[in-house]
Nanobody, 118 residues
Framework: QVQLVESGGGLVQAGGSLRLSCAAS????????MGWYRQAPGKQRELVAA???????TYADSVKGRFTISRDNAKNTVYLQMNSLKPEDTAVYYC????????????WGQGTQVTVSA
């Protein structure tokens, strides 16, 4: 069984930075694709950033140039560095990992709240 634990959310002023972490534990052979999603109140969950095992990355237009997705394979941890935060970035952020364990499967983190004040 694979578990994901997110951390790093919080309250920050506009223009500030946060780094979200998503640590995977369990019997993990590889983290294939990874992604960060967010869901604001009253809105659908949306993709923020994604990366394949080959290193190709995709970002939502709204965060390009401000957010960076990365990974530490040795720690089975993925990150989302968020700079120049805006009030519209306020949401619950979720990590999503495609992991090969006993079998290949898809996992979600529990979510972490990011609040950006004006």
């Amino acid at each position: 069984q694979v578990q994901l634990v997110e951390s790093g959310g919080g309250l920050v002023q506009a223009g500030g930075s946060l780094r979200l972490s998503c640590a995977a534990s369990g019997r993990i052979f590889s983290i294939n694709a990874m992604g960060w999603y967010r869901q604001a109140p009253g809105k659908q969950r949306e993709l923020v950033a994604a990366s394949t095992i080959g290193g190709s990355t995709t970002y939502a237009d709204s965060v390009k140039g401000r957010f960076t997705i990365s990974r530490d394979n040795a720690k089975n941890t993925v990150y989302l560095q968020m700079n120049s935060l805006k009030p519209e970035d306020t949401a619950v952020y979720y990590c999503n990992l495609d992991v090969t364990s006993i079998r290949r499967d898809n996992y979600w983190g529990q979510g972490t709240q990011v609040t950006v004040s004006a």
